[in-house]
């Protein structure tokens, strides 16, 4: 059964940085591009970052030039490098296989002002 599971989240002040990642029970992030997304109270999920499997790279703009995604597929794993967090980059992340139903159970990110 394939597993995405998330890890990293936490509690920041505001202008600090954290590191997500979502670890894959297979090698499902050789085969799909992977998505990070979040979804703040009361607000819909919105897509953060995506990287393809050639290793392009797109990001909302509310993260440009701040958050950055990359990828090892030797170990299965998706990052999400997070900085100059501010308080509206608060929500639950979640990973994603791009085109798949596999989510991860999604990490808490909080940034105090």
């Known amino acids: 059964q394939v597993q995405l599971v998330e890890s990293g989240g936490g509690l920041v002040q505001a202008g600090g940085s954290l590191r997500l990642s979502c670890a894959a029970s297979g090698s499902l992030f050789s085969i799909y591009a992977a998505g990070w997304y979040r979804q703040a109270p009361g607000k819909q999920r919105e897509l953060v970052a995506v990287i393809l499997r050639g290793g392009s790279t797109n990001y909302a703009d509310s993260v440009k030039g701040r958050f950055t995604i990359s990828r090892d597929n030797a170990k299965n794993t998706v990052y999400l490098q997070m900085n100059s967090l501010k308080p509206e980059d608060t929500a639950v992340y979640y990973c994603?296989?791009?085109?798949?139903?596999?989510w991860g159970q999604g990490t808490q990110v909080t940034v105090s002002s």
């Open positions: 994603n296989a791009v085109s798949t139903i596999y």
